[in-house]
């Protein structure tokens, strides 16, 4: 019986991985991995990602030189979701999080630990008040590890992030538009009514779930690690793309205007399917948003209906003073647009992500288990029933080499057939018939035109061809009592 380093086991256990059992029932893959070679207590931890126990980002972590940074707090981190986030699993309940690591040096994290704290303890008091649209921060989570590393958990939300479906399916229709604006305005105005701001709003920050309900994302984090916009050679293009103009001049933290002009931007590429503002250049982009308004949508998508694309002028006009109130474009929103769709919240959009080919209904509270191993018998059945047709193929084809005596056909040629001698040149009659040569290697005989040959038995594996060099004919010269006699499957 194999078994794993009683190192491997105590890790595993200490870490609230799996358990013993679930080793113990990676046995068979293990056998089938290492066969006669030893079993390391590296194939173990491949068989226990193939039997999805792990992950392959946690097998990663548990061969390295620090296995601890698998866990954060009661939570076991399955895999990474950018650079500073991760999904991971409460080993109490199962319940999935998102965990997002407070970034920057030692004195930097301990000033942003006391900002996170503060803000979940306003959080907390008016949080039953959220709207489902907005996925806010619910716990400050302090590592295990020894370099004390925080994390801030909120809940994971499964979907789609809504920059990876222009990506991948171009720009997104309007009356779908109409439904996730008006559920990005209302997150927005609860924020506002509470006196907070997001400080973040982009496309990679909208999630769109499998029932069609959009959800608001990473709220405050871009305010408490750089509430301040600056042009460093760090400076990346979606850390400007939906940034307002009075921030770019001044460099301010953000404010409710300045989370409306981003609302706009996001609604705006949903429609177009690029950014407001093109260019490679961060710096070049983000002057652009100062030197001029964004365009009207309806130049790129003529279907806009007039109202939305009104509305979304107003949302990004360069003065923060010539934009409307949160409430206000929310009241908007609702009459002229979601209204305009006659449909109710995320219907559209819900049928819009049906026709995504892996469009299923995500699950986020248990850890994929394995799958369960297909029968190899069909496999097996139809390899072989292609190779008896290849077969056949090539034996109908002469494609195969086959001994001419496996056919049982035979031809006889009679003596009739041989033409007199009166047609025979004097040349010949002196010379005598010749002896009928054997095949080449490519089962050809060649005969000289206007001579004679006295057959003889062949055999050739494949299909011989008699021709001449000649237009002429040759003679094949056949005596009574031992008839020239073929045995083979094709003669030409």
Request: net charge neutral.
């Amino acid at each position: 019986m194999r078994r794993p380093s009683d190192n491997l086991i105590r890790l595993l256990t200490d870490l609230d991985v799996c358990g013993e059992e679930d080793v113990a029932a990676c046995e068979t893959a293990v056998r089938n991995l290492c066969h006669e070679l030893p079993d390391f207590d590296s194939v173990w931890v491949d068989a226990l990602v193939q039997n999805g126990v792990l992950t392959a980002w946690q097998a990663e972590i548990l061969e390295s030189e620090t296995p601890e940074r698998i866990r954060a707090g009661e939570y076991l981190i399955l895999s990474s979701c950018g650079d500073w986030t991760f999904r991971a699993v409460s080993v109490q309940n199962r319940r999935h999080v998102l965990l997002r690591r407070i970034a920057g040096d030692v004195s930097a994290v301990g000033v942003r630990i006391r900002q996170w704290q503060r803000l979940l303890d306003r959080l907390d008091a008016s949080a039953g008040s959220a709207v489902p649209s907005l996925n806010l921060p619910r716990q400050l989570v302090i590592s295990n590890s020894t370099d004390n590393t925080a994390w801030i958990a909120s809940a994971f939300v499964p979907g789609w992030a809504a920059d990876e479906l222009l990506v991948r399916g171009g720009r997104i229709p309007w009356f779908a538009v109409a439904e996730i604006g008006e559920q990005l305005l209302a997150a927005v105005e609860w924020l506002h009514q509470h006196q907070l701001t997001h400080g973040d709003i982009r496309c990679s920050n909208l999630r769109l779930r499998a029932d069609g309900h959009a959800v608001l994302v990473s709220p405050f984090v871009k305010g408490i690690e750089q509430p301040n916009l600056t042009f460093t050679n760090q400076l990346r293009l979606q850390d400007v793309e939906t940034i307002a103009p009075e921030r770019i001049a001044s460099g301010s933290e953000a404010t409710p205007a300045s989370d409306l002009y981003a609302v706009g931007c996001v609604l705006w590429q949903l429609l177009a399917g690029r950014a407001p503002f093109l260019s490679a250049d961060p710096v070049r982009r983000a002057l652009q948003g100062q030197q001029r308004d964004v365009a009207d949508v309806r130049t790129l998508v003529p279907d806009c209906p007039d109202a939305m694309a009104q509305l979304l002028a107003g949302l990004t006009r360069r003065h923060p003073d010539l934009r409307p109130s949160t409430g206000d474009a929310l009241r908007l929103w609702r009459e002229q647009c979601t209204r305009k769709s006659g449909t109710s919240t995320a219907v559209r959009t819900r049928s819009l992500l049906k026709q995504l080919p892996e469009y299923r209904t995500p699950s986020a509270e248990t850890v994929p288990r394995p799958r369960r191993r297909a029968s190899r018998v069909p496999t097996v059945l139809a390899s072989a029933a292609m190779v008896v047709a290849f077969a056949a193929v090539g034996v109908y084809r002469g494609v195969l080499p086959m001994p001419l005596s496996v056919a049982v056909k035979s031809l006889d040629v009679p003596t009739e057939a041989i033409a007199p001698a009166s047609n025979i040149t004097a040349a010949q009659e002196v010379t005598g018939p010749l002896i009928l040569p054997e095949p080449d290697a490519a089962g050809v005989i060649v005969l000289e035109s206007g001579r004679t040959y006295v057959g003889s038995a062949q055999k050739f594996p494949g299909v011989v061809h008699i021709e001449t060099s000649e237009a002429g004919p040759a003679l094949v010269q056949v005596s009574g009592d031992q008839p020239w006699r073929f045995r083979q499957l094709r003669l030409s």
